[in-house]
């Protein structure tokens, strides 16, 4: 009984923030832009691969956050790592898609490529160790650029975070104890990372 109730929440909850943060996503970033025919750009050459990055690490934490999810409602390992895991592909397709319609921008074939790195990393460490053993990860800090192009790089803290790829700073960070067993000597707290 106690999975048939978290497996009713998490429908509930789920589906509730996957809703809020859709509305969210389209008044922080569509709503000012005149909507098109769908059609797709090659935006693989701007901000110098720091979109795709972005699109990397939320495809991986979305499907990381889905696999936990399932889990706690009861779902067997393998098949919460695939659903779960994929999670965060769906997610930002449906990103991709709102992209698509946009008239000044676009869906882009990079951003799907990125998406699915994403979900790989994760679904196959998962079912390569039942662990992360390298783990992304992202962080932002405020910077003077979005006082010049405000309309590009969001006019308040949550639109910049997204926007302004000049704070932000992303790495792959892995566990020296999870790399080297669980026996080891190393302290659990110690890890290397890649920028």
């Given at each position: 009984a106690?999975f048939?109730?978290?497996?009713?929440?998490?429908?509930i909850?789920?589906?509730a923030?996957?809703a809020?943060s859709?509305?969210?996503?389209?008044?922080?970033?569509?709503?000012?832009?005149?909507?098109?025919?769908?059609?797709?750009?090659?935006?693989?050459d701007?901000?110098?691969?720091?979109d795709k990055?972005?699109h990397?690490?939320?495809?991986?934490?979305?499907?990381?956050?889905?696999?936990?999810?399932?889990r706690?409602?009861g779902m067997?390992?393998r098949?919460?790592?695939?659903?779960?895991g994929?999670?965060?592909?769906?997610?930002?397709?449906?990103?991709?898609?709102l992209?698509?319609?946009s008239?000044?921008?676009?869906?882009?074939?990079?951003?799907?490529a990125?998406?699915?790195?994403g979900?790989a990393l994760?679904?196959?460490?998962q079912?390569?160790?039942?662990e992360?053993?390298?783990?992304?990860?992202?962080?932002y800090?405020?910077?003077?650029?979005?006082?010049?192009?405000?309309?590009?790089?969001?006019?308040n803290?949550?639109?910049?975070s997204?926007?302004?790829?000049?704070?932000?700073t992303?790495?792959?960070s892995?566990?020296?104890r999870?790399?080297?067993?669980?026996?080891?000597?190393i302290?659990?707290?110690?890890?290397?990372?890649?920028?």
């Amino acid at each position: 009984a106690t999975f048939r109730h978290r497996k009713t929440t998490l429908v509930i909850a789920g589906g509730a923030a996957y809703a809020a943060s859709m509305f969210g996503l389209y008044h922080l970033w569509y709503s000012d832009y005149s909507q098109s025919k769908f059609h797709f750009i090659n935006d693989n050459d701007e901000w110098m691969g720091a979109d795709k990055l972005g699109h990397v690490t939320t495809s991986y934490y979305v499907g990381r956050l889905g696999y936990d999810a399932y889990r706690w409602a009861g779902m067997q390992e393998r098949r919460a790592t695939w659903i779960g895991g994929l999670s965060g592909f769906i997610f930002l397709t449906t990103i991709e898609i709102l992209d698509g319609f946009s008239a000044e921008g676009g869906a882009s074939s990079g951003d799907l490529a990125a998406n699915t790195l994403g979900s790989a990393l994760f679904i196959s460490q998962q079912l390569a160790w039942h662990e992360q053993k390298a783990s992304l990860k992202w962080s932002y800090h405020p910077t003077s650029f979005p006082d010049y192009r405000p309309d590009l790089m969001g006019s308040n803290f949550l639109q910049q975070s997204i926007k302004d790829y000049n704070g932000q700073t992303f790495w792959l960070s892995s566990n020296l104890r999870s790399l080297t067993g669980k026996e080891s000597r190393i302290p659990g707290c110690l890890n290397v990372a890649v920028i």
